[in-house]
């Protein structure tokens, strides 16, 4: 059996039609991970970001939930030290030499890459408010992909719900520190 490598990863992303300069919403699960040759956790994420880092070159952006639903817990919420509650992958991103945090103290975002600065500049009044993380990645064409997950995990699907002004959805006003 074949491993999974650097190049592979490359190259799924490219057959894609995703280019260099792309802004990626990328909602991952480590598992995908699982089938590059043996080596550390660590070493799997390094090998993906590597990748992509190579995909979108460096006008790109890639873009990772590193939710933490601090307010929800009653917690407080600092920019660079709340871990990120959505998994291992998105925590390993977040703690990255040049990984940019958004301030929503539910729904923050961390971003690699041309637009990074941007998205750690976004407002925190509305989650998912045009003024969002999730409406910079509309503002800028993202890509919404899912590596090793299904697209239950799209959080962007929220936004489009309250662009939309759905019948089941309302606002909820949280308070707390940042």
Excluded at 2 to 24: K, N, Q, Y
Excluded at 109 to 123: C, I, M, R, T
Aim: aromatic share 12%; proline share 6%.
């Amino acid at each position: 059996m074949t491993s999974l490598s650097c190049r592979d990863i490359v190259a799924v992303f490219r057959t894609c039609g995703i280019e260099p300069g792309a802004v990626v919403m990328l909602h991952a699960d480590a598992v995908a991970l699982a089938q590059l040759p043996p080596m550390s956790a660590a070493e799997r994420f390094d090998t993906l970001f590597k990748a992509l880092d190579e995909v979108l070159g460096p006008e790109g952006t890639l873009v990772m939930p590193t939710f933490t639903y601090s307010f929800t817990k009653g917690e407080p919420y600092c920019v660079e030290t709340s871990e990120s509650t959505v998994g291992r992958l998105t925590e390993h991103f977040r703690c990255m030499p040049g990984v940019r945090r958004s301030g929503d103290p539910i729904f923050s975002l961390a971003a690699k890459g041309f637009l990074a600065e941007a998205f750690s500049q976004v407002p925190v009044a509305d989650c998912f408010g045009p003024d969002s993380g999730f409406g910079l990645l509309e503002r800028n064409d993202a890509w919404l992909v899912c590596f090793g997950c299904g697209f239950d995990r799209i959080t962007y699907t929220h936004y489009i719900e309250q662009k939309a002004q759905v019948d089941y959805r309302y606002f909820k006003t949280f308070t707390g520190t940042i």
